[in-house]
């Protein structure tokens, strides 16, 4: 009898364990998901995360399996005024981009008259299909779009190509796309909504926090000084979203000058 209980404690004993265990390792799996969902999210599914950061800027999560670095998630800004939308940089690939599209017409009555991907890298431009389908007009510097070219991208619909600055209307305000200069590609550009003060960094800012990331065509030599010139143009900046993780406000700046900075 005393066998027969020992061994029916250490069989649960085991289970316990295995399961506690199964618990931990579905955690971390989901873990990159769940850090993304705050009180600011307004829509989830397992491709697509959208949060509303203020009264114009939304700010768009969507998912992207490297080798490196596993799950990342990967960060868009949506701007909105009048039922006019402009999105930063597409989600990951043309299912998310389409749960975006359709969430932007059917949810917020708003029709997207502009894409404008921030660098030429696949996190950026993963979903430009699904845009072209919906002849939505792509926007890009001249260095972006031979960047694309030269990695094999083609595109169905005519590009709109700018070099170093574009401002679009949306209803009776001004967004704008503004090269600075080089850090995480040579090609990086940002996106600014003065209305809210909001600035969407993409690659080219890191959260707080974060390492150095992908350098395979970076310019690290220039990234502090890219980034500060950012800076001193937008100080009243007040809402910083960056490439991937977290956003905030002008410490992300910061943090992402003293990360690169030269020593």
């Known amino acids: ?8 404690f250490l069989l649960s004993g085991l289970t316990f364990m295995s399961c506690k265990e ?3 390792q579905k955690t971390n799996t989901e873990k990159t998901k769940t850090d993304s969902v705050d009180s ?17 800027i939304y700010e768009h999560i969507s998912y992207l399996n490297t080798d490196d670095y596993g799950k990342v998630g990967c960060n ?22 389409l749960e975006l599209i359709n969430f932007v017409t059917n949810k917020l009555k708003t029709e997207i008259i502009a894409i404008i991907p921030t660098h030429f890298h696949e996190d950026c431009i993963g ?3 699904e845009f072209e389908k919906h002849n939505i007009q792509t926007y890009a510097t001249s260095q972006t779009i031979e960047l694309l070219k030269d990695n094999g991208q083609n595109f169905s619909k005519p590009i709109k190509e700018f070099d170093n600055s574009q401002t679009i209307n949306i209803g009776n305000k001004k967004v704008y796309a503004e090269y600075f200069g080089e850090g995480h590609t040579k090609d990086n550009i940002i996106g600014y909504f003065p209305e809210d003060n909001a600035i969407f960094g993409g690659c080219l800012i890191k959260k707080v926090g974060a ?18 010139e950012i800076k001193l143009k937008y100080p009243k900046t007040k809402i910083v979203i960056p490439g991937h993780g977290k956003s905030g406000g002008t410490e992300l700046f910061d943090y992402t000058i003293e990360l690169f900075e030269l020593k």
């Open 40 to 56: 600011l999210t307004i829509y989830q599914t397992e491709n697509l995360i959208i949060k509303k950061l203020s009264n114009h």
């Open 1 to 8: 009898m005393t066998k027969l209980l020992l061994t029916l």
């Open 211 to 228: 390492s150095k990331g992908y350098l395979g065509d970076a310019n690290t030599d220039k990234w502090s000084e890219t980034v500060r």
């Open 127 to 129: 979903g430009i299909e």
């Open 22 to 24: 199964s618990s931990k």
């Open 76 to 97: 868009g800004m949506l701007v909105i005024n009048e039922n006019k939308g402009i999105v930063f940089d597409t989600p990951t690939d043309n299912k998310s981009s």
